[in-house]
């Protein structure tokens, strides 16, 4: 058996062999595609994504309700999404080069309410003139939300760069603020 409870030797495989499926997942933040590949999520995409792997690269299109992985990704989207999730506890896996594995790894390490800069990131790597290097690879993070790209911002604060827009960089960061943060500014 799968983690996600199905014997994976009976999960339907496309016309090429792979298992690789994606449905469209209808959130607050319009309907993310989200990606799975055998027993893990592969992909996150926000409509109008910056950097959209091609489409065949998706698999085929299932219904959420048909994948227990993806049914499990919506519910912890859903979650996050209305505040009442902090974590994501789903089986994951990227493909990038040996540099955005590593940022990526970084990315899965920045608690929920924190933020941190692509200086940051880079001096931790060794090294604080990568990071505009630190910023692409963050910009490729194939797995939004899940992997809080979100969470990183421009040395002196302000939103930059995000595949899915600004304006929904700006809503996660929202949901995850802290009370008190929240309660300052209201006066």
Not at 92 to 99: E, K, Q, V, W
Not at 103 to 118: N, S
Not at 175 to 184: D, Q
């Amino acid at each position: 058996m799968t983690d996600i409870g199905q014997p994976a030797n009976t999960r339907k495989r496309d016309d090429t062999g792979s298992d690789t499926r994606h449905a469209i997942v209808e959130t607050s933040l319009g309907g993310l595609t989200v990606v799975a590949s055998g027993d893990a999520l592969t992909g996150l995409y926000f409509p109008h994504h910056w950097y959209l792997p091609p489409a065949e690269s998706l698999g085929r299109r299932v219904a959420v309700a048909d994948d227990a992985l993806l049914t499990l990704a919506a519910s912890q989207l859903d979650e996050y999404l209305n505040g009442d999730r902090t974590t994501f506890d789903l089986p994951t896996r990227t493909h990038g080069d040996a540099f955005q594995e590593r940022v990526w790894a970084m990315l899965r390490e920045i608690p929920f309410g924190e933020t941190t800069t692509y200086g940051e990131l880079a001096e931790r790597l060794g090294n604080k003139a990568l990071a505009q290097s630190v910023g692409q690879a963050v910009g490729h993070n194939p797995l939004s939300i899940i992997v809080a790209c979100h969470r990183v911002v421009g040395s002196n604060g302000r939103l930059t760069g995000f595949a899915g827009g600004l304006e929904r960089k700006q809503r996660l960061l929202e949901i995850e603020e802290p009370e008190t943060v929240k309660a300052a500014r209201l006066f």
